[in-house]
Nanobody, 120 residues
Framework: QVQLVESGGGLVQTGGSLRLSCAASGIIFGLAAMGWYRQAPGKQRDLVATITVASSTGYADSVKGRFTISRDNAKNTVYLQMNSLKPEDTAVYYC??????????????WGQGTQVNVSS
């Protein structure tokens, strides 16, 4: 069974940094596009960042320049480095995997989420 397990969430002050990790198992990680989504209370789940098999990256405008998605295929892990955090970044962050070489139109597998709280 495919499992995506996020870690690294927590409480941080405005302007601080966190690095989220997502460890994948049950998939050929190097053949999966990976993404990070987030969902704030009462809001829809929105795509934050994606990284393709070829390590092309894309970001939501709201996080561009502050967040960096990366992957370590040897560790079957995708990361989201979050810098200059703002209160509006507060959300549950979800890792997702897609069985596609290019840009995902949808994701096939999801993690359980990790909470990020940014205090003002």
């Amino acid at each position: 069974q495919v499992q995506l397990v996020e870690s690294g969430g927590g409480l941080v002050q405005t302007g601080g940094s966190l690095r989220l990790s997502c460890a994948a198992s049950g998939i050929i990680f190097g053949l999966a596009a990976m993404g990070w989504y987030r969902q704030a209370p009462g809001k829809q789940r929105d795509l934050v960042a994606t990284i393709t098999v070829a390590s092309s990256t894309g970001y939501a405008d709201s996080v561009k320049g502050r967040f960096t998605i990366s992957r370590d295929n040897a560790k079957n892990t995708v990361y989201l480095q979050m810098n200059s955090l703002k209160p509006e970044d507060t959300a549950v962050y979800y890792c997702a995997a897609a069985k596609t070489f290019g840009w995902p139109r949808s994701y096939d597998y999801w993690g359980q989420g990790t909470q990020v709280n940014v205090s003002s």
